[in-house]
């Protein structure tokens, strides 16, 4: 089965600053990655995924990710972070058709970014 | 507006009273799941219904019971319930469950609080 590690619980950026957070998967083929983004008391809404091709993706409020299969990693960033950027950040894994793998998304446990004015 | 709707936003209820949730989704999709979220703890995937079936139940305790009775329907019966499971519950949906037509989508949640 697939699993996510998000090795910072929590980061804290000043606001006009560049922001990168980490996510690690275990997967026996490529996967489908995902970053999701909880404001308080919120559900949680799709910034971006990867299914395949180009290995950087943009996303919805100028946040981009980059698959890099040699460090199994799908790490999220953006150059200028705004304090309405503060929130929970999940990285998720999907099981692809032919890879085989739990059913739905694994999250991670979660980033917490904290915005500095 | 994520197409998938939840209720109620908030529900506090006694150890011995019976309660549900509800989600319904809006997106035509053939895939839904119940999760939950405790504080302190990662997202828990407690139920994944495909085509109305159930295809995954992760150990969740028999005090809650889900039930499927379209594609677009959902609910989360609960009862007997303990205050430690006191979290926010995330309906979702997708497509699929796996493969290219597996984005999730999220309701807002039910904040359950037991007393």
């Known amino acids: 089965a697939q699993s996510v590690t998000q090795p910072d619980i929590h980061i804290t950026v000043s606001e006009g600053a560049s922001l990168e957070l980490r996510c690690n998967y275990s997967?026996?083929?490529?996967?489908?990655l995902f970053w999701y983004v909880q404001s308080p008391g919120q559900g949680l809404q799709l910034l971006l995924k990867?299914?395949?091709?180009?290995?950087l993706v943009q996303g919805i409020k100028g946040f981009e990710a980059e698959f890099k299969r040699s460090q199994s990693s799908f790490n999220l960033r953006k150059p200028s972070v705004h304090w309405s950027d503060a929130a929970e950040y999940f990285c998720?894994?999907?099981?692809?058709?032919?890879?085989?793998?739990?059913?739905?998304?694994?999250f991670g446990k979660g980033t917490h970014l904290i915005i500095q004015p | 507006e994520t197409g998938v709707t939840q209720t109620p936003r908030h529900l506090v209820m006694g150890m011995t009273n019976k309660k549900s949730l509800k989600c319904e989704q809006h997106l035509g999709h053939n895939a839904m799941y119940w999760y939950k979220q405790s504080a302190k703890k990662p997202l828990e995937l407690m139920f994944v219904y495909n085509f109305k079936e159930q295809t995954e139940n992760n150990s969740v305790p028999s005090r809650f019971s889900p039930e499927c009775p379209n594609s677009s329907h959902l609910f989360l019966h609960l009862h007997t319930l303990q205050p430690e499971d006191s979290a926010l519950y995330l309906c979702a949906s997708s497509q699929d469950t796996q493969g290219s037509g597996n984005t999730i989508y999220f309701g807002e949640g039910s904040w359950l609080t037991v007393v």
């Open positions: 997967y026996g083929a490529t996967p489908y």
């Open positions: 998720a894994v999907g099981a692809t058709d032919s890879g085989g793998g739990a059913d739905g998304l694994t």
């Open positions: 990867y299914f395949s091709g180009d290995t």
